[in-house]
């Protein structure tokens, strides 16, 4: 039971890290460049944008998945050692995938041009987003009909 906990706690933190990102990259890559000013501080740096998204989305994941106390499915018991595959092979395709678009562009077409497996994370970037919510609906409703 506490290993499913874990990688629920992590699927919800990369779902957590992508909107934060989305909120915060721009304030904070403003911050980095001296044009925003928080508690009378500025930094004058040469921060990419890449960067600053990878450190908030790890900075998010780190501080969720490891703090967060989440009890999913208690009553059900402990998830099937299938489900737990399932879920942690997802849950790791979801962060690499949300890294890798994060990339600047120029890099990403120079890692998909060396590599064979590596351009399924951008082409299918929606799909990886959304597969961990459609396996969660399987399976919560398939444990529902036992």
Not at 63 to 84: F, N, Q, Y
């Amino acid at each position: 039971m506490m290993q499913r906990e874990k990688i629920m706690t992590a699927l919800l933190a990369c779902y957590v890290g992508i909107v934060i990102v989305g909120i915060l990259a721009e304030p904070v890559k403003q911050f980095f460049e001296g044009k925003k000013i928080i508690a009378n501080t500025w930094i004058q740096a040469d921060a990419q944008p890449a960067t600053i998204k990878i450190a908030i989305f790890l900075i998010v994941l780190g501080l969720i998945a490891s703090r967060a106390d989440i009890s999913i499915g208690r009553d059900r018991g402990i998830m099937t050692p299938i489900e737990t595959l399932a879920y942690a092979l997802m849950t790791g395709i979801l962060v690499s995938s949300t890294i890798f678009m994060y990339l600047p562009e120029t890099t990403r077409t120079m890692i998909t041009s060396q590599t064979k497996l590596v351009h399924y994370l951008q082409d299918f970037h929606t799909l990886w987003l959304l597969a961990p919510l459609a396996l969660i609906l399987v399976v919560t409703s398939s444990s529902r009909s036992r």
